[in-house]
């Protein structure tokens, strides 16, 4: 083992002379580095998620469809029928399955229809809920890949890119609108068919008759179990929206000098 000689690395010229320079050896060459992962959107599909997301106070949600040779190039925004809230989402798991032999008839595969999945958030925080997470990892925690992104009111985004497969990982990733290619108009005549066809706002509040006595007014619990749960899953700003429209709902409160029970 004494008489082994260790055979030097070869040096590219540029290598030598960025050594020479003071460069340190594991820099890479410009041409080396690699490509950031970003989520791109034509800027149709971005007018129509904003658009969509303009037509309440609530959340709205759907899929990115994607280009077969680009899976992260966003060229329209699908919604199937859900129920909203200022802070959920609910898809119709009939129409999630209608939606999905649709686009296998248009001759799309899965990581084309069913691996981006797009919300928006009512308040100016794109940052995902308790819930957000819950549901990224239960319905896309068997994909091998899938993205998350959320755009706030006030078009902040967050977007996160998820692999489950070998040792699995999750990144953050940015969002840009791509004004290279082709692009069509803004159509918001069946934007708005499609919002009303599709989106319908769940009652997270119901009246209940006042109890006949003040003893069961104390004992038992004036708000719903599950009401209580939904609201602790809330990050602090869609808790924020929501009691602020408490606020300005003073009929949930009193009505002719009565109190109303939720």
Known sequence: MKNMKMSKPVRSQKQTERRQSGWEDDWLDEESKPKQTTLRFSPTAWAKLLYLRDQSEDEVGGFGITLPEDLLYVTEFVTVKQEVTCASVKFDDEAVSRFFDEQVDLGRKPEQFARVWLHSHPANCPNPSATDHDTFQRVFGNCQWAVMCIVARDSSVYARLSFNVGPGG????????????????????????????????????????????????????????????????????????LLDELAARPELWEEEGEVVYL
């Not at 069509?184 to 706002?201: F, I, L, M, P, R």
């Open 170 to 241: 999750q990144i953050l990733i940015p969002v840009e609108v791509d004004y290279s290619r082709d692009f069509g108009a803004s159509d918001h005549e069946s934007w708005d068919a499609e919002y009303k066809a599709n989106v319908q706002t769940a009652e997270w509040l119901t009246t209940m008759d006042p109890p006949e006595r003040q003893d069961d007014a104390m004992t038992d619990p004036v708000v719903p179990c599950d009401f209580l749960d939904e609201f602790g899953k809330l990050d602090p700003a869609q808790r924020q929206i």
